[in-house]
């Protein structure tokens, strides 16, 4: 029966373990916007945490034998039932023009740190104690870690599917208190037997690796730096391609849980397969279709592609999982003998910590875009195409270099080429798909040479990613907590634009004369103007905008309004003052004030009843904030807004259909609505700088939306199975999403 029930408290442990980490970074989502970031930074927390837990058993280990580290782990258990149910700590409100990393570390240290360290100890422990356990399978514990990732994959996609819909937070927390609970049980379970036995008749060495294993040394060596600065790598790489995807695909829909974890759940399943006794995916074949892959990702991140949403997120995804495969299989054909597993685990940990670490703390503050991914992905096309002989690393010739310099030099002509050229709008992606083939197709010949092969894809990468492309020549970059910022104009340069991530967030006119336009999505024919102009004054003439950007609506500022505009990214207010690029806030006839934080936490310390229109237009790349979508903070809107005032919520979106969500949310609150789809009517208006746009606008007192029913552009909207009403608790993207473009 000892088997059964150290495979189940592995399990337990690891269901635990990755269960808290979408649950606690949910509960602090809110309080920074939304931002991928949360996870990211939530992750390399979560990494050093583990790291720290690897290290410890370690050191008792090794320090005091299994006997008296089995004390000293019962003691360390005990601790996080102190720090339950797991919550945010109350009067926790983040920087509001600082960097919130340091900030947001501290929160997790406070609300998960010691819960979270409990349970990250237990993988490595657990097989040290059964290594030593007189188990016919002791010799080769690794098994038991196959058990643990299953057991943290299917927390991780049981959370946003199953955990988040059905339970509150507050519900959530205290389950898991009673999961925990359960496994400290089942751990006493584990260790008296070993307690009762006296000194492990196994903790002396073990028996040798079977050999079906391909490590070639004697299995009680201990392992050589060379070694040990290999599993850092093939640790490194597999991570910080993890978040450079998770980051990838999360820009331009949603930060949620569900987009969160499956990268994560895939880099588990990695593991899952390498570790298990038997082979499901063979190592060769993974090395084989690593180079198709890194073509398909070379297309997409070259060209800048983010259409069909589904193809991008499938090849994107299996081109990650199948180089962690090629990483991680590497990884598990190196292990050691079982009285070097705990040093085996801190080596992963730490390449682990530091994958994540060089894209959440470094990898922001060095690069102005996310430079990161494709850095990840040269790096796991070059370590997994080399198998176990890395001596090829060291007969590197001039062909290897000199092959992806060429490559890299076609692929800034081509593009440079394309952008001349100018081909018509809505060619203009295909022809560079087409262009960037030609080099991905020579670099694909060039896989049977690792490392010249990766080198390739490094350069045509980095060829491609500086070259301007849909988004025009870039003339400010910025880079924050919040994403990447850049100031572009159009190819006939007659717009400065501002973009974040893959979306337009605004443009001004470069014409003197036209200056004081607001274009994009805010243009005079569009429902912001149509707004403006049928209202003559709000009450109080007061405004509140959530979200800068250009700060576009300010053109419509009259002498004597007091405008408020809540904006969470310090940058974003700098872009909008920098008068190189826009003036909308120095042109303003009203008197505007931006306040930075978090429009949610800054809206709670304004008087009820302030505002006369509040626009909610915050984004990050495509995606709107959801707790800003959510009957709670509708409620919030509700309290600040004049009673004849109108809220005005901007949801245009590519992926997303959120209209039926916004109808839901106004009908829960007994509020009013319309909506509006606003296209292009003409040519002319194209030209002029509009784009298209949907808006949904709101009231408490049915009379504020009369000047608008009598224009046949807005009306209501209307759904045969509305989506339920989002709140902080809850979210579903799957109700909202557009499966059909």
């Known amino acids: 029966m000892l088997l059964p029930v150290f495979i189940l408290n592995s399990f337990l442990c690891a269901t635990l373990l990755f269960w808290v980490q979408p649950m606690f970074a949910r509960m602090a989502l809110p309080l920074l916007g939304g931002s991928p970031g949360v996870w990211t930074t939530a992750m390399v927390f979560y990494q050093a945490a583990l790291l720290a837990g690897y290290a410890y058993a370690h050191a008792t280990f090794a320090r005091f034998g299994v006997r008296r580290q089995t004390w000293i782990h019962l003691g360390i258990l005990i601790l996080p039932f102190f720090f339950l149910p797991v919550a945010v700590p109350e009067g926790w409100l983040p920087p509001a023009d600082t960097n919130p990393v340091p900030w947001l570390f501290l929160l997790l240290l406070a609300g998960v740190g010691i819960p979270f360290f409990a349970v990250a100890t237990s993988s490595p422990v657990l097989q040290r104690w059964f290594s030593t356990t007189d188990h016919p399978t002791a010799h080769d514990p690794y098994f038991l870690y196959a058990a643990s990732n299953l057991g943290s994959m299917l927390a991780l996609l049981s959370y946003p599917l199953i955990v988040e819909p059905l339970l509150t937070l507050e519900d959530q927390g205290r389950l898991w208190s009673w999961g925990y609970a359960a496994a400290f049980i089942l751990t006493l379970g584990c260790a008296v037997p070993l307690l009762l036995r006296g000194t492990p008749s196994n903790d002396s060495p073990p028996q040798p690796l079977p050999s079906a294993s391909r490590q070639k040394e004697k299995s009680e060596e201990r392992p050589s730096w060379a070694r040990r600065g290999l599993w850092l790598t093939l640790t490194f790489i597999p991570c910080s391609l993890m978040l450079g995807v998770t980051t990838f695909i999360t820009t331009d829909l949603a930060s949620i849980p569900l987009l969160w974890v499956i990268p994560l759940a895939l880099y588990l399943l990695t593991f899952i397969l390498v570790f298990s006794r038997r082979r499901i995916l063979p190592l060769p074949l993974a090395r084989r279709l690593l180079p198709i892959a890194a073509v398909a990702i070379i297309l997409i991140l070259t060209t800048g592609s983010n259409e069909p949403l589904p193809l991008i997120l499938g090849f994107s995804l299996a081109a990650f999982f199948i180089a962690a495969m090629c990483c991680h299989g590497e990884l598990a054909a190196t292990r050691p003998a079982a009285r070097h597993l705990t040093e085996f685990y801190l080596c992963l940990s730490l390449g682990g910590f530091l994958g994540g670490a060089f894209n959440a703390l470094l990898a922001p503050v060095v690069f102005t875009s996310v430079a990161e991914y494709p850095i990840a992905v040269t790096l796991a096309c070059l370590f997994g195409l080399l198998g176990p002989d890395h001596r090829r ?349």
């Not at 809505?426 to 197709?441: E, K």
């Not at 809206?603 to 229109?613: V, W």
């Not at 700088?689 to 046949?712: Q, T």
Request: proline residues 5%.
């Open 393 to 741: 690393l060291r007969a590197i010739n001039a062909g290897d270099v000199l092959v992806p310099a060429g490559l890299g030099l076609l692929t800034a002509l081509l593009f440079l080429a394309s952008n001349h050229w100018r081909p018509a709008e809505d060619a203009h992606t295909a022809v560079r798909t087409i262009l960037a083939g030609i080099p991905a197709l020579l670099c694909y010949l060039c896989s049977r040479r690792p490392v010249r092969f990766g080198l390739a894809v490094g350069a045509i990468l980095f060829a491609g990613h500086g070259i301007a492309g849909d988004h025009g020549r870039v003339l400010h970059a910025e880079r924050s907590f919040f994403g990447v910022h850049r100031v572009t104009t159009d190819r006939d340069e007659r717009f400065y634009r501002l973009v974040h991530g893959n979306t337009f967030h605004g443009k001004q006119s470069r014409d003197p004369a036209r200056r004081g336009e607001a274009l994009a999505y805010y243009h005079h024919t569009g429902p912001m103007g149509q707004v403006f102009e049928a209202v003559d004054s709000f009450p109080e003439n007061r405004i509140a905008l959530v979200g800068l950007g250009t700060g576009a609506l300010a053109a419509y500022g009259k002498t004597g309004e007091k405008w408020t505009a809540y904006e969470i990214d310090p940058a974003v207010e700098r872009i909008a003052r920098d008068t190189r690029y826009f003036t909308y806030l120095e042109d303003s006839a009203a008197e505007i004030k931006v306040v930075l934080g978090d429009a949610r936490l800054m809206l709670e310390n304004t008087p009820d009843r302030h505002y006369g229109l509040i626009v909610l237009d915050a984004y990050s790349s495509d995606a709107i904030p959801v707790h800003l979508l959510t009957r709670e903070s509708l409620r919030l809107y509700r309290e600040k807004l004049a009673p004849d005032g109108l809220l005005a919520f901007h949801i245009s979106n590519r992926h997303l259909d959120l209209p039926p969500l916004l109808s839901a949310l106004a009908e829960d609150a007994g509020l009013y609505y319309l909506f509006q789809d606003d296209t292009i009517a003409s040519a002319e208006e194209a030209d002029e700088g509009k784009l298209p746009s949907e808006w949904v606008i709101m009231a408490e007192c049915e009379s504020a939306l009369d000047p608008f029913r009598r224009d046949p552009r807005w009306q209501s909207v209307g759904s045969e199975d509305p989506p339920r009403v989002w709140t902080d608790n809850y979210s579903s993207l799957f109700e909202v999403f557009r499966w059909r473009h």
